[in-house]
């Protein structure tokens, strides 16, 4: 509040329309039926391309070693594929999504995507995890059980909050709902960066002359990287979004700032990391290519 020669006025506007007050061209876009359309459809069609890769990597693998079913690359390549094309759906009919009538409902259909991306990249790190435990000689037999009881306790978790959504219909359930995305965020960052830079570093202490080193490093380098980046980027704009209504993310009249959230830390991490991870499998057994039991 300011007191200017006997008038006050009242400054109610938060710390990101004081950022961007001046450029009125924000607040038309947002209001613009037209850019909603033209933006929510770019982000699906950006959404269905990288589907469509991550089915065609898929295929490929499939092609090249058909005899190991089911491997951890595999299933990552698979899941990239439905969240991808979940996303691309939910955003093809972004009037539908974002203007149901139940808010239960409408947390569902935007926080499942959420959910299966990070299980996606915390399949990422137990591969690498698996990987470092096999190099430095050490049992890997709890790894797998682990990734599947901390994707059960989040998935429990989550149903739980949409219930409580659902029938206490209280904006603090809603905020803590996005604060548990934000936790979450930042403990699979904090994955890629423990195991991430576990191999990093054991990569590193591998003679120079190594078959493939220099390669493997630089891979393992730049995915760990995008990927801590990417979330530890989910986690402050969720969280900010929590308490900020002009910087809440999945509505309809912020367009813009939707386009730059899921640029960020979906669609541009995800085309990077799948680019980076595009070299095929090789045909003979590998230690640290094996099927997923």
């Given at each position: 509040?300011?007191?200017v020669?006997?008038f006050i006025?009242?400054e109610?506007?938060?710390?990101?329309?004081?950022?961007v007050?001046?450029l009125g061209?924000w607040?038309?876009?947002?209001k613009?039926?037209?850019?909603?359309?033209?933006?929510?459809?770019?982000?699906?069609?950006?959404?269905?391309?990288?589907?469509f890769?991550?089915?065609?990597?898929l295929?490929?693998?499939?092609?090249?070693?058909?005899?190991?079913g089911?491997?951890?690359?595999k299933?990552?390549?698979?899941?990239?594929?439905?969240?991808?094309?979940l996303?691309a759906?939910l955003?093809?009919?972004?009037?539908?999504?974002?203007?149901?009538?139940?808010?239960?409902?409408?947390?569902?259909?935007?926080?499942?995507?959420?959910?299966l991306?990070?299980?996606?990249?915390?399949?990422?790190?137990?591969?690498?995890a698996?990987?470092y435990?096999q190099?430095?000689s050490?049992?890997?037999?709890?790894?797998?059980?682990?990734?599947?009881?901390?994707?059960g306790?989040?998935?429990?978790?989550?149903?739980?909050?949409?219930?409580?959504?659902?029938?206490?219909?209280?904006?603090?359930a809603?905020e803590?709902?996005?604060?548990?995305?934000?936790?979450?965020s930042l403990?699979?960052?904090?994955?890629f960066?423990?195991?991430?830079?576990?191999l990093?570093?054991?990569?590193?202490?591998?003679?120079?002359?190594?078959?493939?080193?220099?390669?493997?490093?630089f891979?393992?380098?730049?995915?760990?990287?995008?990927c801590c980046a990417?979330f530890?980027?989910?986690c402050?704009?969720?969280?900010v979004?929590?308490f900020?209504?002009?910087?809440?993310?999945?509505?309809?009249y912020?367009?813009?700032?939707?386009?730059?959230?899921?640029?960020?830390?979906?669609?541009?991490?995800?085309a990077?990391?799948?680019?980076?991870?595009?070299?095929l499998?090789?045909?003979?057994?590998?230690?640290?290519?094996?099927?997923?039991?």
């Open positions: 509040m300011v007191r020669k006997g006025l009242t109610k506007t938060s710390l990101l329309k004081d950022v007050g001046m061209w607040d038309e876009i947002d613009s039926e037209e850019w909603q359309r033209y933006i929510f459809y770019s982000l699906s069609a950006s959404y269905a391309l990288i589907s890769v991550a089915l065609v990597q295929c490929r693998i499939q092609l090249r070693v058909p005899e190991y089911w491997t951890t690359q299933v990552f390549h698979l899941m990239n594929f439905v969240v991808n094309g996303r759906v955003f093809c009919f972004y009037k539908t999504v974002f203007l149901v009538k139940s808010k239960a409902l409408e947390m569902v259909l935007l926080d499942l995507p959420n959910l991306f990070f299980s996606t990249y915390m399949l990422l790190v137990l591969f690498w698996e990987i435990y190099a430095r050490l049992p890997i037999n709890k790894l797998r059980p682990a990734y599947y009881c901390i994707n306790f989040i998935y429990l978790a989550q149903v739980c909050i949409w219930i409580s959504i659902r029938l206490s219909k209280s904006p603090v809603i803590f709902a996005r604060v548990f995305i934000s936790g979450i403990c699979v960052a904090s994955g960066v423990l195991y991430g830079g576990r990093f570093l054991m990569l590193r202490r591998f003679p120079i002359e190594s078959r493939g080193r220099q390669k493997k490093l891979e393992v380098g730049f995915v760990t990287g995008i990417c530890v980027l989910r402050l704009m969720v969280l979004s929590a900020d209504e002009d910087a809440d993310i999945d509505v309809l912020h367009p813009l700032l939707n386009l730059i959230y899921y640029m960020l830390v979906e669609i541009i991490p995800s990077l990391v799948l680019f980076m991870l595009r070299k499998p090789p045909k003979r057994v590998s230690d640290q290519y094996h099927p997923i039991k």
